[in-house]
């Protein structure tokens, strides 16, 4: 089987993707040499954004031997961030995650979608496609705002997965885990083609505006 070789924290992917920017694709790409260089180097990288996680509640509940996030932390890569200053709306943070800027760079500002700041800054999603098309990139999320984001620009994601079903949540996250270990498990048909896939998970998000962070 082949082995899933990097496992990249949502909180240490605005580090890795450098925030030089670009007016567009193909002009001064947002990453830097060194990072691009190791970036597309990994056999296969999974990109697992837990919406509303804080990394503090993870140590304290969540770090022991038996735990997912463990396992993830210890062959990944676990940053911790200072939010700062910076707009803590969902659609303004995870366009910092998945551009490497900030928000006073990519201005948005609002959870309201829009394409241009993808083009000014584009996701890793555009600067991987552009770079390396043969990489087989892969969004799979039951919001449409990551389906959005990797359909934008001229080098939009590979597979672009929209989950729709569920009545809950944890429903959603359930089908959205099903298709994501169904996809990983996949690539042993094609071993050679290196993968970039993110994984969107809602339930902490939900249970944070219900019932407190």
């Known amino acids: 089987m082949t082995r899933v070789k990097q496992f990249l924290c949502a909180t240490a992917v605005a580090s890795l993707v ?3 920017g670009a ?3 193909g002009t001064q790409l947002g990453l830097s040499a060194v990072t691009a260089e190791w970036m597309l180097a990994a056999e296969h990288v999974l990109l697992l954004g837990t919406d509303g ?3 503090d509640k993870i140590l304290e509940y969540a770090y022991n031997d038996d735990s997912g996030f463990k396992m993830l932390m210890d062959r990944g890569i676990t940053a911790a961030t200072t939010i700062a ?3 803590t709306m969902s659609t303004p943070s995870w366009s910092t995650i998945l551009t490497g800027v900030w928000d006073d760079k990519h201005g948005v500002v609002s959870n309201v979608y829009r394409p241009e700041p993808y ?3 584009p996701s890793v999603f555009n600067l991987l496609e552009y770079n ?3 990489i087989e990139t892969t969004v799979i999320s039951g919001r449409g705002l990551f ?3 990797a359909s934008t620009g001229n080098y939009p994601a590979d597979n672009i997965i929209g989950i729709s079903g569920g009545s809950t949540s944890a ?3 359930a089908l959205v885990t099903q298709e994501t270990i169904s996809r990983i498990l996949a690539t042993t048909n094609n071993p050679n083609i290196d993968t970039f896939m993110f994984s969107y998970q809602s339930q902490v998000d939900h249970a944070g505006h219900s019932y407190g962070g």
Do not use: R
Request: aromatic letters at 4%; a negative charge; hydrophobic letters at 35%.
């Open 23 to 25: 007016t567009a694709v």
């Open 119 to 121: 083009t000014t800054w």
């Open 171 to 173: 429903e959603m996250d």
């Open 53 to 55: 996680t804080n990394l």
């Open 132 to 134: 390396k098309p043969e």
């Open 85 to 87: 200053g910076h707009m």
């Open 18 to 20: 450098a925030g030089t």
């Open 147 to 149: 389906t959005e984001i």
